[in-house]
């Protein structure tokens, strides 16, 4: 039985999966869903997984969190009990992931759920790792039969470009909801404080750390090429791509709107969202 005759197994049973990341994450299901489905499927069961684990530890919901954790045990211990443990188990067992990456992603969690303290850029880049290089590491053995772990460096650079796009597109509403993740030496060295990230509109001194945060990821995303290089499924290297460049879409727009990210969120629209999906399948 090959991984897609496994998966099929239980296609039926991760449909809410793939509906969740429908209604949760228009660029996520765009980019993916033109993948084989037991590939996509496989994708949004462990979205859907990551999801909640994010969403409890975001509202700081400790009881459904700690739940979550519960469930990712009963799959290490192959005894899940829930649909989605079961669609996971799965998923784990046909590409065989690694569970130390998703260990690592609990631990993400866990420092948004009681607090990330955040200093410098070293913290910053593990933390990075831990809630979104993980995911590039954990979705990269379900997109190609190569071996991945050769490049697990270039798919971390770009999990780590990827969220800091989301920290600086969302540093109003983190601030907002008591969250920094800017690092407290950057934060001196451009002389800006946690009020000035409350403000109606980006200061000068906020602009130029968000620049600098965003002159680091854009040198991260040049590891795309690298990535892209091992992915043997022309649909799935146009599914990744897709992926990274909605994310370094959004910086590029923030770039343009020269970092004024305070007054409103920045996004990619609809017609931006086609013209990389054109631009990528024509050029994968």
Known sequence: MNKAEKIYRYTDGMEESKQVVKANSTTFYYAFSKLPDYRANSIFVLYHFLRQLDDFADHHKAAKFNAMVDVWYSIKANSPETQLGRNLW????????????????IAGQKA????????????????????AGTVGQLIMPIL?????????????HIGI????????????????????YLPTKLMEVFHVKKEDLLKEHTD????????????????????????LNFIDNRNAKVSISLAIDGYHKILTNIEKRDYDVLDSRVYVNKASKLMLYLKNSIFQ
């Open 204 to 227: 000068k001194n906020l602009k130029a750390l968000l620049k600098y945060l965003a002159d680091y990821a854009n040198d991260l995303y040049k590891d795309k090429k690298v990535v």
């Open 112 to 131: 948004d759920l009681y607090g990330a303290k955040i200093q410098d850029i070293n913290d910053l880049n593990r933390y990075c790792y831990q809630v």
């Open 144 to 156: 190609t039969d190569y071996d991945v772990s050769k490049i697990y460096e270039n798919i971390n």
């Open 161 to 180: 470009a990827m969220q800091i796009t989301n920290i600086i597109r969302d540093v109003k509403e983190d601030a907002l909801s008591g969250r920094v």
């Open 90 to 105: 799965n998923v784990f067992d046909v590409f065989n992931l690694p569970f130390y990456d998703m260990n690592q992603m």
